[in-house]
């Protein structure tokens, strides 16, 4: 379920920067993610190495599915302000697209810092969101978004929403009836309860 009124996707902690390590995936031994000892604790990113291509890419994971939740035709904006502050060396900002049997249907791309806006494609069910870095060094994750609509103008203007997440959710209870009037149409209701475990 894509919850339309989260301004941030992604977790608290991750969203912020901090928290464990566990939130965010690598390209092999090319970098190591350290730090997050307690929820506020800065989370580092380290470039070990830069290959010739493919990478090193740092990867913001899902804590449930393959990427955050989205639907076909929605726009997405992906920018991570922390690290662009402290200076990485960020070399593009990437979404994976990736459908309900996690495989990966292509990549949207964008060189430079700027933040990046694509629309969902067609039959891909979650996004997720990498940076693939251009030098070694060390730097503070720090707050990274990724947001529903083209949110661009706001997120460079300063206003960068805290981690919202996208839980899973379980339908406990499900009723439809007919309108008054026109069989036609249906009101539906729908009661949803997180799922923690």
């Given at each position: 379920m894509v919850d339309p009124l989260a301004g941030n996707m992604l977790g608290g902690h991750q969203g912020d920067g901090t928290g464990s390590p566990s939130a965010?995936?690598?390209?092999?031994?090319?970098?190591e993610v350290t730090g997050g000892t307690t929820d506020t604790t800065p989370v580092t990113a380290t470039v070990k190495a830069v290959p010739a291509s493919l990478g090193p890419d740092l990867f913001?994971?899902?804590?449930?599915?393959?990427g955050c939740p989205v639907a076909p035709g929605m726009t997405v904006t992906w920018w991570v302000p922390g690290l662009v502050a402290a200076d990485a060396a960020v070399a593009m900002l990437r979404i994976q697209w990736i459908d309900t049997a996690g495989t990966l249907h292509g990549t949207a791309t964008q060189t430079g810092t700027a933040p990046l806006v694509r629309q969902v494609p067609p039959n891909i069910a979650f996004a997720r969101p990498v940076v693939r870095f251009s030098a070694l060094g060390s730097w503070p994750i720090g707050r990274s978004v990724l947001a529903l609509g083209d949110v661009s103008a706001a997120l460079v203007g300063g206003d960068v929403p805290h981690g919202e997440g996208s839980p899973p959710y379980s339908i406990t209870k499900y009723?439809?009836?007919?309108?008054?009037?026109d069989g036609r149409?249906?009101?539906?209701?729908?009661?949803?309860v997180e799922v923690i475990q």
């Open positions: 965010w995936s690598w390209s092999g031994s090319d970098i913001w994971q899902h804590p449930t599915w393959y009723g439809h009836s007919a309108s008054p009037g149409w249906r009101d539906l209701g729908v009661e949803l």
